[in-house]
């Protein structure tokens, strides 16, 4: 079955320590991106990546980073974590950059710092 | 900057009714349009993608709409079912490899 896997998909931490959420296709898509979600705001992007290796900032990046090793995994790391990125955040996924083809989400993963 | 805004925020009404979901968009040149369904506890389901040189969509229950020169797109549920209950986000793309989001409606449908 073709899915976007989050995890893990709730956390409550403290401000300061480090974590990291992963995400993987199994699709072979090329672009893969990171959104989070707060109400009244909508999605906004934190970061994509178009393929291995190649990553960029999305609208809202900062406190964040993210890796591409491999194809599959696309993780979010928070170095310092701090409680304004108290959000739900949701990976996508698509075979190329291109709002045409069709995105793939998780089923987000909800992070409380406190 | 392009901004989407989705009103309502929520809507509540009962089964059966037909439904009409408004977005608004700032900039009218877009690359396409799109209807997301967001179940609670799960990701984003798309539910129509309107071309830049479409009017609508239809899918089933569901037509899309497109007036890009008022910069409005409406989403059309007729005979709305209590498995319609979600929260529905419109995405306007600026750009092929953009994508900006409104803020979605609540949508519940009662029995």
């Known amino acids: 079955e073709a899915q976007v896997t989050q995890n893990p998909r709730y956390l409550i931490t403290v401000t300061g320590k480090k974590l990291t959420v992963t995400c993987s296709q199994n699709?072979?898509?090329?672009?893969m991106s990171w959104y989070r979600q707060d109400p009244g705001l909508g999605l906004r992007q934190i970061y994509y990546?178009?393929?291995?290796?190649?990553?960029d900032k999305g609208d809202v990046p900062e406190g964040y980073k993210v890796s591409r090793k491999e194809k599959r995994n696309f993780p979010l790391i928070l170095e310092s974590p701090s409680p304004n990125q108290t959000s739900l955040y949701f990976c996508?996924?698509?075979?190329?950059?291109?709002?045409?083809?069709?995105?793939?989400f998780g089923d987000g993963t909800r992070l409380s710092i406190l | 900057k392009q901004e989407v805004t989705q009103i309502p925020a929520a809507l509540s009404v009962p089964e059966g009714e037909n439904l009409v979901l408004n977005c608004s968009f700032t900039?009218?040149?877009?690359?396409?349009l799109q209807w997301f369904r967001q179940d609670p506890g799960k990701g984003l389901t798309s539910l129509l993608l309107?071309?830049?040189?479409?009017r609508e969509q239809t899918s089933g229950r569901l037509n899309a709409s497109l007036d890009k020169s008022s910069g409005r797109s409406t989403l059309y549920i007729a005979a709305s079912q209590p498995g319609d209950s979600a929260t529905y986000l419109c995405?306007?793309?600026?750009?092929?490899?953009?994508?900006?989001f409104g803020a979605g409606t609540r949508l519940t449908v009662k029995p």
């Open positions: 900039d009218s040149a877009i690359y396409n």
């Open positions: 996508a996924s698509s075979l190329k950059r291109d709002s045409n083809q069709p995105q793939h």
């Open positions: 309107i071309q830049s040189s479409q």
């Open positions: 699709m072979n898509h090329e672009y």
């Open positions: 995405a306007v793309s600026p750009a092929f490899n953009d994508m900006r």
């Open positions: 990546s178009m393929n291995v290796e190649v990553t």
